[in-house]
């Protein structure tokens, strides 16, 4: 079982930065592969970023391409999601989550955190 706490929202002005953190407990933190998802209203869950165990691996949806890094520190059982140049449309629910390696699909995420809320206002 891994336990993961996102922090770090918040509302921000279009073209502002926010960074999000999710730390994570239970099960050892470097086996899993962990992503940031996103949802607004009335859309699906997507992927904004992804990072591999090691962290030697990234990969980031088009529309967080050049904006968004996804970081980890493995040592404080944490990821990290630094969102620059944000645009209102960023506006949405994060979630971290944490799958055996980097999917696309959310379904084959085994854990999630309870989201946070972010705000991005023009």
């Known amino acids: 079982q891994v336990q993961l706490v996102e922090s770090g929202g918040g509302s921000a002005q279009a073209g502002g930065s926010l960074r999000l953190s999710c730390a994570a407990s239970?099960?050892?933190?470097?086996?899993?592969?962990m992503g940031w998802f996103r949802q607004a209203p009335g859309k699906e869950r997507e992927l904004v970023a992804g990072?591999?165990?090691?962290?030697?691996?990234?990969y980031y949806a088009d529309s967080a391409k050049g904006r968004f890094t996804i970081s980890r520190e493995n040592a404080k059982n944490t990821v990290y999601l630094q969102m620059n140049s944000l645009k209102p449309e960023d506006t949405a629910v994060y979630y971290c989550?944490?799958?055996?390696?980097?999917?696309?699909?959310?379904?084959?995420?085994?854990?999630w955190g309870q989201g946070t809320q972010v705000t991005v206002s023009s």
């Open positions: 989550a944490a799958a055996d390696q980097i999917w696309t699909n959310p379904k084959l995420y085994r854990y």
């Open positions: 990072i591999s165990r090691s962290g030697g691996s990234t």
């Open positions: 239970g099960r050892t933190f470097s086996n899993y592969a």
